[in-house]
């Protein structure tokens, strides 16, 4: 079992930065990867970020540029560095956790991004 505990979100005008963190707790040694999805109202969950054990990244085309996914492994925490943040990014982000088998979420931090 893997617990992810996100923090972080809150409400930013336009233009503005927020930096989400992650944090792992339990059986992180079967960690393939992490990520952070987002939900808006009305929509879908959609993938914002990922990053795997060895560092490699991938972004979603709505954010490439503007936000940068990280990891400490000392503090097994995952963190979304979100820069010049838009209205169109306000949604509940989820912290997600990959092992074989596996996906665990956590409870989500609100993002909400005022014009």
């Known amino acids: 079992q893997v617990q992810l505990v996100e923090s972080g979100g809150g409400l930013v005008q336009a233009g503005g930065s927020l930096r989400l963190s992650c944090a792992a707790s339990?059986?992180?040694?079967?960690?393939?990867?992490m990520g952070w999805y987002r939900q808006a109202p009305g929509k879908q969950r959609e993938l914002v970020a990922t990053?795997?054990?060895?560092?490699?990244?991938n972004y979603a085309d709505s954010v490439k540029g503007r936000f940068t996914i990280s990891r400490d492994n000392a503090k097994n925490t995952v963190y979304l560095q979100m820069n010049s943040l838009k209205p169109e990014d306000t949604a509940v982000y989820y912290c997600?956790?990959?092992?074989?088998?596996?996906?665990?979420w956590g409870q989500g931090t609100q993002v909400t991004v005022s014009s």
């Open positions: 990053i795997t054990s060895g560092d490699s990244t």
């Open positions: 339990g059986s992180i040694f079967s960690i393939n990867a």
């Open positions: 997600n956790a990959e092992s074989t088998g596996w996906g665990y």
